[in-house]
Structure formats: structure tokens, C-alpha cells
């Protein structure tokens, strides 16, 4: 079974930059995760998606992250204008059972 | 306010010694319970989970964990730890308010001693 795909793995940016992030979760998976991974700190929920439709989207900082999910598939994560706080792992998770989910190697994100 | 709290950020064990990793989470209702385990250069991995019925969980890798209602925690142990057991650990919980959600605590790191 394939796992879920996260593309890039590192990204360098600047600030005010904008970035995307993309993820293509396990087939089949109807939930789907978007997490923050601040060094040194457990992943912070963004966003999730059940199917293509937003179940929880209230630690999104919405002024400058956006995300969607297309045809209830993949989903893209995108951050515009980037801080320097912005910097952190940022981990694609998804999930067919409560609580069981499969997680992402992770996009590296560094702002400079 | 509702949370998941790990009290330990690191904890330094000899190879073979036995561990326990803390958690304790605080809603209005018990939630269900997880362990996640993230080596270095790997993805979060899924240790075992905990619903209902029988307090003592039995998970991957030799890990076992016991829910305890009137602590409100859900500790993570092993009777005998190998140095491949180096790693971050995370307590999470979901079905909060009946949704597929998953929030992490801040995570516990084991390192492993010779």
C-alpha cells in the first residue's frame, strides 16, 4: 500500500514569499490532515478535510494560509506572505478510521 | 481548557531498563486515546490506540499503555527498552465532540544509554 506523498521535502523562502505545499493521501482515505511542526513542539491540527469538505479549520491562520482539497483527493496547503515564525515541518496526514492516522514524511519549510 | 499534556520533555533510560512516558488529558468527556512514535528522518507511526473496554493496551514494538479514568492518564510503558526505541513520542487524543479529529501533545524524547 502506498503511503502518503508530500512534496517538497525542504523549501527555503523568504519572508513575504509565498509557498505551496502538495499531498496526496492513501487511496480511499476520506479524512485528511494538515499539521504544523514547530521544532522542539508536538504537530499543532491546521486544517481537516473530510472528503473535499472543511471539518476544522479554526487554528488556520487565515490571513495568510490557505488550503484545499481537490475533488476529495489531493490537497494543497499554501502560505502567503510567509513570516519567519512560519518556519517548521508541516505534515500531510491521512486517515479511513478514528484516530488511525498515516502520516507524510513532511515538508521542511525554513523563512529567512 | 482542554488539552493533552505530557509533564516529561526528556527522559534518559539505560538499554534494558524499563519506561513509562506520562500523559494526562483534560476534557469533559473521556476521549479516545493514542500513542504515536516519530524516529528521526521518519513519519509519525501509529504505537497503539486505546476506545474502550479493557484498560491495557497492547501495542507495537512491545509498548503497552493503561488508561486510568481517575487519573485522567494514559501512560505508555515498556518493560525492557532497546536503543532503537530512541524517539519522540506523542500522546493524542480524538473524537472530541464526535469528530475524526487528532490533536498531539507536545511530545516526550527518549534517549537510550548503553
Known amino acids: 500500500e502506498a503511503g502518503v506523498a508530500q512534496s517538497p521535502r525542504y523549501k527555503i523562502i523568504e519572508k513575504r514569499q509565498s509557498v505551496a505545499f502538495w499531498c496526496n493521501p492513501i487511496s480511499g482515505h476520506a479524512t485528511l490532515y494538515w499539521y504544523q511542526q514547530i521544532l522542539g513542539q508536538g504537530p499543532k491540527l491546521l486544517i481537516q478535510?473530510?472528503?473535499?469538505?472543511?471539518?476544522?479549520d479554526s487554528q488556520l491562520p487565515k490571513d495568510r494560509f490557505s488550503a484545499e482539497r481537490l475533488k476529495g483527493v489531493d490537497s494543497t496547503l499554501k502560505i502567503q506572505p510567509a513570516k519567519l515564525e512560519d518556519s517548521a515541518v508541516y505534515l500531510c496526514?491521512?486517515?479511513?478510521?478514528?484516530?488511525?492516522?498515516?502520516f507524510g514524511q513532511g515538508t521542511r519549510l525554513t523563512v529567512v | 481548557a482542554q488539552s493533552v499534556t505530557q509533564p516529561d520533555i526528556h527522559i534518559t533510560v539505560s538499554e534494558g531498563a524499563s519506561l513509562e512516558l506520562r500523559c494526562n488529558y483534560s476534557y469533559g468527556a473521556t476521549p479516545y486515546l493514542f500513542w504515536y512514535v516519530q524516529s528521526p528522518g521518519q513519519g509519525l507511526q501509529l504505537l497503539l490506540k486505546?476506545?474502550?473496554?479493557?484498560?491495557l493496551v497492547q501495542g507495537i514494538k512491545g509498548f503497552e499503555a493503561e488508561f486510568k479514568r481517575s487519573q485522567s492518564s494514559f501512560n505508555l510503558r515498556k518493560p525492557s527498552v532497546h536503543w532503537s526505541d530512541a524517539a519522540e513520542y506523542f500522546c493524542?487524543?480524538?473524537?472530541?465532540?464526535?469528530?475524526?479529529?487528532?490533536?498531539f501533545g507536545t511530545g516526550t524524547r527518549l534517549t537510550v544509554i548503553p
Open positions: 486505546y476506545f474502550s473496554g479493557d484498560t
Open positions: 493524542a487524543v480524538s473524537g472530541i465532540g464526535g469528530a475524526n479529529n487528532l490533536f
Open positions: 496526514a491521512s486517515s479511513l478510521e478514528v484516530g488511525r492516522a498515516f
Open positions: 478535510f473530510q472528503n473535499n469538505g472543511v471539518v476544522d
